[in-house]
């Protein structure tokens, strides 16, 4: 159709309350991450350890199940916070790498394309198209980390009964605060990275090089100095230490445990710096 056929009529469908504005970004983005089936099935891979988690309790608790299969509840081990720590880990690996196959691509794709000016054209801030992605990488983590870790500890209390979850209600602190404060670091993480390095299996790369080169510097600077200082920078095991100390653990280290939330801490502020320098409506070259 010529342009000159064309009439201009105005919008007649529904708006989005401009509070919400950013869920468009969210929506959109989801809908192309699951448009690819190997991610979809990976996705669902990535849940075993929530369902693997529910079987056992529902195992444990079924003295009849147990009977047919040749085990006993002692066998089970009756699942101890043990089982629950495991499981935090095998919750939390794969939240990490579906960051690093969905985060690359929520920014460099606009800053490679020079579509960041036609959002920010619309009624949308830097802070609601931030708000946008991170809501992204939110939605997809939830499920397979505190949404999950609570639906196994809520199974196992009304199993278990007699007030189980009382004594035992750090288990739900942990999941909850500790895979919480783990989706915020490695989102803001992976975003910063991704409106940096616009190549994604570069920005993958370099995602793999902070987290294990930061690992390594630490333990180097930790076997010269003879002392923990060097896990100011070793972000794996600051969220380790969160989780122990909210477990009633003893802590990876001899550092406070102020010194692992001053380290996520220091992650996300320069990753929110680092964000506000890249997102710009116009690039200014100098």
């Known amino acids: 159709m010529a342009v000159y056929e064309r009439i201009w009529r105005r919008y007649q469908g529904g708006l989005t309350p401009l509070g919400?504005?950013?869920?468009?970004?969210?929506?959109?983005a989801l809908a192309e991450a699951f448009s690819s089936r190997i991610f979809t099935a990976f996705y669902v891979l990535c849940l075993l350890p929530t369902m693997v988690g529910l079987f056992l309790v529902y195992l444990s608790h079924n003295t009849g199940l147990l009977e047919q299969i040749g085990m006993t509840r002692e066998f089970v081990g009756g699942l101890t916070e043990l089982f629950f720590q495991l499981l935090f880990s095998w919750q939390a690996i794969p939240a990490f790498f579906i960051a690093v196959i969905v985060a690359p691509s929520l920014i460099s794709a606009d800053l490679a394309n020079n579509a960041l000016p036609l959002y920010l054209a619309r009624p949308i801030t830097r802070r609601d198209y931030v708000v946008g992605k991170i809501a992204v990488l939110a939605l997809l983590l939830s499920p397979t980390t505190w949404i999950g870790g609570l639906a196994v500890f809520v199974l196992q209390s009304s199993l278990e009964g007699g007030g189980w979850w009382r004594e035992h209600w750090r288990i739900a602190a942990a999941y909850l605060i500790g895979h919480l404060t783990w989706i915020v670091v490695i989102s803001l993480l992976t975003l910063a990275i991704s409106a940096w390095v616009r190549f994604k299996p570069a920005a993958r790369g370099a995602l793999f090089g902070i987290v294990f080169i930061l690992a390594g510097f630490a333990?180097?600077?930790?076997?010269?100095t003879s002392s923990s200082i060097g896990d100011l920078v070793h972000l794996v095991r600051a969220i380790i230490?969160?989780?122990?100390?909210?477990?009633?653990?003893?802590?990876?280290?001899?550092?406070p445990i102020a010194a692992s939330w001053l380290t996520l801490a220091a992650a996300c502020a320069l990753s929110l710096w680092l964000l506000h320098r890249k997102l710009r409506a116009h690039e200014v070259v100098s």
């Open 20 to 28: 919400r504005r950013w869920t468009v970004i969210t929506r959109y």
């Open 219 to 224: 333990e180097a600077v930790n076997g010269v």
């Open 241 to 255: 230490n969160v989780v122990l100390w909210i477990f009633g653990l003893p802590l990876r280290n001899d550092l």
